[in-house]
Structures are given as C-alpha cells and as structure tokens.
C-alpha cells in the first residue's frame, strides 16, 4: 500500500501531537497500515550526497560524521554518548545478540578520519524497537553523537548505502506515532538500516529501520525513536538523553 499525499501533508500540521487525539490517531493508523518494511527511494532521483561534499542545512555534520560506522558490509552504525560507556547502536534486525560484528569507521569516498577497523559484541539486540548495542573492542578517536527526544523540521541521515562510502541525504519530518518517527523525501537503500536520523542540531532522534517510499514523491520512511529505545534498554539510561 502507497501512502497518501494528503496524510503526509496532515501529518506535518500534526506535528507531534498526541496519538490519542482523534485526528491523529487517525493519522497513525493509516501510517503504520501503509507499512511496507522496504529500504526506499523517495521520488524519481536518488538524492544522496557524498558526506565530504555535503553543504545542506544540518549543524556539524562533518564532525557528526565521525562517528558513523559500517557493520558488516552491510548496515550502518552511530557510536552514541551513553553513561556506562559509549556503544554503536543499529538496527535489531541487522544483527543477533551476542554476534560479534566488524565495524569499520571512516569508509568514505574522501577518507578524512581515523580509519579504525575493529570487532565488537553485540549486547542488546530487540525487534520492537528494533535496535542493538554493540560494545566495542576498541574506540574510535571520534565525538560520540548525543540522543535527543527534539524532532526539527528538517531532518539527516548519514548511511552507508548498499555498504557503501558513507552518504547523507536530507528530508522532512511528517510525525511521530507509537514509537516510529516518520519522515519524507529522505532516501535510504538497503545498507541505510540502522543509520542515525539526525535533527538540526544533529542529534539522534530516531534509528531508520523501514521505508514505505514511492518513485512518485508518495510515502513516508521511518524509524524508531531513541526515547522509546532508552525505555526499552536495560544498558541505556534516560540521563542518556542529552537533548530533550
């Protein structure tokens, strides 16, 4: 099922009004119904930027940038601040707890980092929220990236598509429902799955996990958001939050 223009549109009048509220509730149900669970492409142009040459409209993206890691060839990571040390956290469904992944850090077109190849323990792994922790066996010499409970109205994800050169693309935020934030004309592929969604100020609202995009412009990506992934976990405190 392709999502609405029309519920898109209500969606970012809505805001992030309550769920319980009739209009929106309304509003969630077609949303989550409209769930196709597919890595998308939001309208006829991939529009992914190479992250060395990106000039948008995101604060400090190249020091965000960092701490963007790929998993196994085949997901994306953040390392995030958290008070019992910093961990990357993904996606649930890209990896099994206690897996042991290969992160590596600063595979870009333009390598412009610390290029730190490491192996790290998976020791959180949910699917609902669909999130993992992964422990590192050593850190990268980056800033980790906060988490923040604060949509803006114009959202990033830095990703690394198809396992890729790391990438970032720019979207805007359509709500929030049930744990999932929505957003639109935002493009992710398969690789992008567990990839940060960065507000203005470039914090982690939210963890992409799947999209409901259309070649026509239609459909909303999506993702859980990180306040819900805190309350679900046991590693994860809510002082964590470094942004409410």
Known sequence: MILRVSIIAAAVSLGTAACGESQTAMFCAELQAARSLL???CGATLDLTPINKYQGEIAGIQDR???????????????????????VITAGHCVGLGDRSLLAFNVEADPDGDPLVTNGTVIEQATEP????????????????????????RLAIIQHPRGGPKAIA??????ECNGLVYYTNLDTLVGSSGAGVLNRQGHLLA?????????????????????DIVEASPYLQSTDIGDR
């Open 207 to 227: 963890i992409h996990s799947d999209g409901d995009c259309a070649e026509t412009g239609s459909g909303a990506n999506m993702g859980w958001a990180a306040a």
């Open 65 to 87: 940038e960092d701490a963007v890691v790929l998993i196994n060839g085949s997901c994306t990571g953040t390392l995030i601040a958290a008070g019992a040390g910093p961990v």
């Open 170 to 175: 720019e979207g805007e935020f359509a709500g």
């Open 39 to 41: 890595p998308s492409q």
């Open 130 to 153: 669909d999130y993992a922790l992964i422990q590192l066996d050593k850190l990268p010499v980056v800033t980790p990236t906060l988490l923040t409970t604060q949509p803006t109205d």
